[in-house]
């Protein structure tokens, strides 16, 4: 049972969220970003001609996103957790872990703010519960116009490719409200005959991918530029 990275760190593409946010801090690796150069075309780049076809399992995924509060009046604010498993993907890979290319596609309106389950086992800093009418207007405010812009941009797209087997890292083109982001992510999986397991963590920025974190009253409550990322996903081959 072979253990490498597949390139289904794509699922990065979340890393944008924030609506009102606890105060905690990230201990995730971080991930490395750098403005898209016009050689680079991995959202055009063609499967390698040997290429086996995986395709995301529907039972098997999820994305986990954790945000924070800052600030001077912070104690009035929550951390928060998104989540979505309404994603779709497709990895083609090789026996040279180097060729794999992963396309993934995440529908805005899929993401999840603050489900009680997973607040709970957050524990720390994501116990106390957050209002419903809370929850409503973070997640407003993260498919609106200040962040995903949601209804001109209702996918969010990642396209990952050139893993770095030294580094277990792997690169990642990020569309997100209508700008492009390259970003390298870490993460590893296991992979079967027919089945893969990716799973990893980091911490990406509003920053990075050209979005400002949620502010009131004057910055004195605010969220967090880093965002956690975490992220398991099962891909199947469903032919020979």
């Known amino acids: 049972m072979p253990r490498h990275f597949c390139g289904l760190a794509a699922l990065s593409t979340l890393a944008l969220l924030a609506g ?9 690796p971080p991930v490395t970003a750098t403005e898209v150069a016009p050689e680079v075309t991995l959202r055009t780049r063609e499967p390698a001609a040997d ?15 954790l945000t924070f509060r800052e600030g001077p009046m912070a104690r009035l604010g929550h951390n928060h957790v998104i989540t979505t498993t309404a994603l779709t993907g497709t990895a083609w890979l090789t026996d040279d872990v ?7 596609v995440v529908p805005a309106n899929g993401l999840a703010v603050d489900d009680a389950d997973a607040r709970a086992e957050e ?20 498919l609106g116009d200040s962040l995903l812009r949601a209804g001109d941009y209702p996918f969010i797209r990642a396209t990952c490719g050139d893993y770095a087997a030294a580094t277990q890292t792997i690169d990642c083109e990020l569309e997100v409200a209508g700008s ?10 296991v992979r079967e005959a027919r089945v893969v397991t990716a799973r990893g963590e980091g911490t990406l920025t509003h920053t990075q991918l050209g979005l400002e974190p949620y502010s009131a009253a ?9 965002i956690t990322l975490r992220f398991t996903i099962v891909a199947q081959r469903l032919s020979d």
């Open 218 to 226: 004057g910055g004195a409550i605010r969220v967090a530029d880093g």
């Open 123 to 142: 524990g720390e800093g994501f116990a106390e519960p957050v209002p419903e009418d809370d929850i409503a207007a973070t997640r407003d405010n993260l």
């Open 20 to 28: 009102c946010a606890a105060v905690g801090e990230s201990t995730a």
């Open 180 to 189: 492009t982001a390259l970003v390298t992510m870490p993460g590893e999986s």
């Open 51 to 65: 290429a086996v076809r995986f395709t995301v399992v529907s039972a098997s995924r999820q994305i986990r996103l």
């Open 98 to 104: 180097g060729e794999a290319l992963v396309r993934i």
